[in-house]
């Protein structure tokens, strides 16, 4: 049964801090890592994705991987009130790349 | 506007009846995807298909039947045998070129018994 975890929160960082979202998953064979932002009642939207090892960086956002721990995290700085939402972690294995989601870690950042 | 196109965005079943729930999507894409979120819990696979007429269960298949006749289109029908059909219910494509393509959501029906 592959499993992905994730801190469940609730996370709460002031504005402008940086917030720390923080996921593990079990499968050693995983080959991408996908981080969503689902806002109440809506759709989740793709946040960024990551395959290697190492950082990915995209404005105010940066995914770490590190396959040796099975390890994935976000880091969102200069956090905003907008950016409050859950945050789902998801990670591809498997011959169709089917996605196995974490339950999200619900993020408030406080004005 | 490409995108994927869930309806009705809210649907009540009685008892013992069987509710289909739409997704069509004008991407292109091969793959697609059926998920079922419960409040506070993550996304749950229910069915996919990477190529017209094929599909696979996912983790969570009974209770539920699919279809793939069109490639932009891909129906889940929520039969009686669900006996716990409450829930927020996604659709999802992507491409399939590449390892590394991301899967792109509709907005949701969310489906009460009534």
């Known amino acids: 049964q592959k499993e992905v975890e994730q801190n469940s929160g609730p996370l709460s960082v002031p504005e402008g801090a940086i917030a720390s979202l923080n996921c593990t998953y079990s499968d050693r064979g995983s080959q991408s890592f996908f981080w969503y932002r689902q806002y109440s009642g809506k759709s989740p939207e793709l946040i960024m994705f990551i395959y290697s090892n190492g950082d990915k960086e995209d404005g105010r956002f940066t995914a770490q991987l590190n396959k040796a721990s099975q390890y994935v995290s976000l880091l969102i700085r200069d956090s905003q009130p907008s950016d409050s939402a859950t945050y789902l972690c998801a990670v591809s294995s498997g011959s169709a790349r089917q996605l196995t989601f974490g339950s999200g870690t619900q993020l408030t950042v406080l004005p | 506007d490409g995108g994927i196109t869930q309806s009705p965005k809210y649907l009540f079943r009685k008892e013992g009846q069987n509710v289909t729930l739409s997704c069509e999507q004008n991407?292109?894409?091969?793959?697609m995807y059926w998920y079922r979120q419960d409040p506070g819990q993550g996304l749950r696979l229910i069915y996919y298909s990477q190529i017209v007429n094929d599909f696979q269960k996912g983790d969570i298949a009974e209770g539920y039947s699919v279809s793939r006749e069109k490639k932009e289109s891909f129906p889940l029908t929520v039969t009686s045998a669900q006996k716990n059909p409450t829930a927020f219910y996604l659709c999802?494509?992507?491409?399939?070129?590449?390892?590394?393509?991301?899967?792109?959501f509709g907005d949701g029906t969310r489906l009460s018994i009534l």
């Open positions: 991407l292109n894409h091969d793959a």
């Open positions: 999802a494509s992507k491409e399939t070129g590449g390892n590394n393509q991301p899967q792109h």
